[in-house]
């Protein structure tokens, strides 16, 4: 039997009084929309429909196209919002969850425990539930003689329900014809004029089909996020998870509280990662590297026994047995290969760095291809823009560039060649060749004292006046 979900994320989220529609806003450094299907995908679902409205092409620039988009012109209730699912779903056998898309630390085996749930009870419709404070405008479930009947909405309870604690944490699982035959029926005579969705469970008990609750133990995973104070504790919530997942699978994070872990980032055994690094996007690190103290990586990968300190790297791919930092920059496709150096204040960009070779100190490298064991000195530059053009700097094999040289792109440094320090290449250098491009050095003797005196009688006079 197939599977379905309809993720509502149509709404504005006014409380989180912002230009972007809510489910566009990160948790732990990812959309909450992509925390929420990607979980869905993890369950396995067969087909994800997205409904968006507020700010839609913000949110559908966020998916891709292992999911269906539908619009939700004007956002009419939550009932509404599955309704416009209705051409691509109705009449279609199978299992539907629908979910809020406000509530993105849910995770599949929970959503796994509901459908597992709804599928024995052969229920057509089950409503994830928690016992909560009353002070919570969350829908209650009402029972009579133990046998769920419907939800009521928050704004349409009646006294004697004012003390329910079991209510709706708002992810739901139906027969998916029974779910689109009991949508047509809903109507928006409640206080809030909108088509709920919660509506759908009391229609289908009234029509004697079997309908429950299935109760979770806390709202850690269901809270739903209406503000940035929200938005702020589920970042905390996530971080505590991801990190305890990597300790128990062999990571050492020194600090839990200040390492802040992405959920697509992969972190392999005997790793160490320092306090204040951040981890991002689709970062995986390898075994038995130490990362950090106060390291931003986004999208970088690390092969294993790599050591970085103090640095921020993006886009990049680092292998084995090289160290780097404290403070470098490596941003945009730079492969760093195995065994390498890169030391204090490096900043790197679009360069492919060979084995074995070093950068030690203070240098920009961009646009280049460094073959394996150079060494590149103190201060050395690749000028790799002209103002107009970005151009090519290729260095050899074996190649020594001493410190402070300036390599004019486009530039070719043969292998083995030796620059001396100091020198402005703007002509290529054969291979094994000695490139010199500097000032000749002039000695004048005595003349350092010739030069004491004449400042020691500039000043005699200035002290006069
Ligand atoms: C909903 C439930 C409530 C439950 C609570 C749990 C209804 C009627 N009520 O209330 O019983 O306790 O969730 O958090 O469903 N959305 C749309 N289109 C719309 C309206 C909403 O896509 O027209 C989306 C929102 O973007 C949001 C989700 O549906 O992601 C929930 O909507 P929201 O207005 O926050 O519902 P609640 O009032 O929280
Ligand atoms: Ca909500």
């Known amino acids: 039997m197939k599977t379905y979900a309809v993720v509502l994320a149509a709404g504005k989220g006014t409380r989180m009084k912002s230009d972007k529609p809510k489910v566009v806003h990160e948790v732990l450094y990812k959309p909450m929309i992509n925390l929420v299907v990607d979980e869905l995908k993890r369950l396995g679902v067969d087909e994800t429909i997205v409904v968006v409205g507020h700010g839609a092409e913000q949110v559908e620039a966020l998916l891709d196209d292992s999911v269906t988009v539908v619009y939700q012109r004007e956002q009419k209730g939550t009932g509404h919002a599955v309704l416009m699912a209705k051409d691509i779903l109705a009449g279609k056998e199978g299992t539907t969850i629908v979910l809020n898309g406000d509530a993105p630390l849910i995770r599949a085996e929970t959503l796994q425990g509901l459908v597992d749930y709804h599928n024995a009870a052969n229920n057509k419709g089950t409503v994830m539930s928690c016992d909560c404070d009353l002070s919570l405008a969350f829908g209650r479930i009402i029972k009579k003689d133990g046998q769920m009947t419907a939800i009521v909405e928050y704004k349409d309870l009646k006294d004697d329900m004012r ?273 010199i491009a500097r000032a000749k050095q002039i000695n004048k003797p005595g003349y350092a004292k010739v030069l004491e005196e004449k400042r020691m009688k500039i000043y005699e006079e200035r002290r006069k006046k």
Not at 164 to 190: H, R
Not at 256 to 272: C, E, K, L, R
Not at 302 to 329: C, L, M, Q, W
Request: proline residues 2%.
């Open 163 to 435: 003390d329910i604690t079991e209510m709706n944490v708002g992810e739901y699982c139906f027969d998916n014809v029974a779910l689109f035959d009991a949508l047509s029926k809903v109507t928006n005579n409640n206080a809030q004029g909108e088509y709920y969705i919660t509506d759908v469970l009391g229609i289908l008990h009234d029509e004697g089909q079997r309908i429950d609750a299935y109760k979770i133990p806390d709202l850690s995973e269901v809270g739903g996020i209406n503000d940035r104070l929200a938005l702020a504790e589920s970042t905390k919530i996530l971080q505590k998870r991801i990190n305890s997942k990597w300790l128990l699978e062999g990571v050492t994070i020194i600090d839990m509280d200040n390492t802040y872990i992405s959920p697509d980032v992969v972190i392999g055994q005997d790793t160490v990662i320092e306090p204040g690094c951040i981890l991002k996007g689709q970062t995986v690190i390898g075994n038995n590297c130490h990362i950090g103290p106060y390291c931003e990586f986004t999208n970088v990968t690390v092969k294993d026994n790599v050591e970085i300190k103090y640095s921020v790297i993006s886009d990049s791919v680092i292998e084995s047995g090289t160290d780097i930092g404290p403070f470098a920059r490596l941003r945009t496709d730079c492969h760093i290969m195995n065994n390498v150096h890169i030391g204090n204040f490096v900043e790197m960009k679009k360069a492919h760095f060979g084995n074995g070779s070093k950068s030690a100190h203070l240098t920009y490298i961009g646009d280049a291809e460094v073959g394996d064991n150079v060494n590149i000195g103190c201060g050395t530059i690749t000028s790799n823009y002209d103002g107009k053009n970005k151009s090519m700097t290729i260095i050899g094999d074996d190649a020594f560039i001493g410190c402070n040289s300036n390599l004019v792109a486009p530039v070719n440094i043969g292998k083995g060649a030796f620059i001396a320090a100091g020198s402005t290449v703007t002509d290529d250098v054969e291979d094994d060749a000695f490139g």
